[in-house]
């Protein structure tokens, strides 16, 4: 029969003694009998799960859903522990959980997407600014001397710095430092330009508008960069306004051909 779980305690408090329910468990074919031992010994390392949880408050997550992926990782730890080991449980489910919990924030944390690389570097450098800032009073420490503590490269100090403020990012709302009338970070933007769409129909254009004649080209330069009217073009070349209405109209129609039989697009 299986020793009840918590009747034999660990040094900590929430590790009890459930070595023998997990050779039980091993031994157990599948069925209600091993499904019911196995919740039994999964809530009595809850506090355990719960415990290495709280290790990561205050870090942006919820005390609760920190709880849950401790839980999580304690069933994992569970479904694979191997009594034949012979290692103590507590040993091989601290990692296990530890490691589901930081997994955690590594995916579904971070605002913006940074490589694992980066995200260990920024973890060496807050952990190297909170020990030094144990001895250096009054100041931050400098890139070289996190570099020197944490035995890295000043490069990879000053990219763990940069990750330091990628964990979350800052609302387009949100006013900026010292900015008065509440004038926020998207007030900073700029805006797309419309011209820029226009660019490549210029490109395309300019070659078939160098190719007309000369009085066709002086037409259209008054019209559409002179900003000069029909009629004032007709005084100026001593022909009809409705002469100049039909040159510019045939004069577009044949660039507009061109250009879309060599760009391959259809009216």
Known sequence: ????????????????????DFRTLAALPAGPQRDTLRARIIEAWLPMADRLAGRFRNRGE???DLRQVAALGLVKAVDRYDPELGNAFESYAVPTITGEIKRHFRDHMWTL??????????????????????????????????????????????????????????????????AEDGYSLSDALGAADPELDTVVDRAAVAPRLAALPERERAILYMRFFADMTQSRIAEELGISQMHVSRLISRCCGRVREQVMRDTGTRP
Do not use: K, W
């Open 113 to 178: 997407h940074v490589p694992r690389r980066v995200q260990d570097l920024r973890n060496r450098v807050r952990r190297a600014r909170q020990e030094l800032s144990q001895t250096i009073q009054g100041r931050e420490p400098t890139v070289a001397e996190i570099a020197g503590h944490a035995r890295m490269s000043e490069d990879d100090v000053r990219a763990g710095l940069e990750a330091l403020e990628s964990f979350s990012a800052l609302s387009l709302d949100a006013e900026l430092p010292g």
């Open 62 to 64: 919820s005390g609760d």
């Open 1 to 20: 029969m299986a020793t009840r779980a918590g009747a034999q305690r660990h040094p900590h408090d929430d590790a009890p003694d459930t070595a023998q």
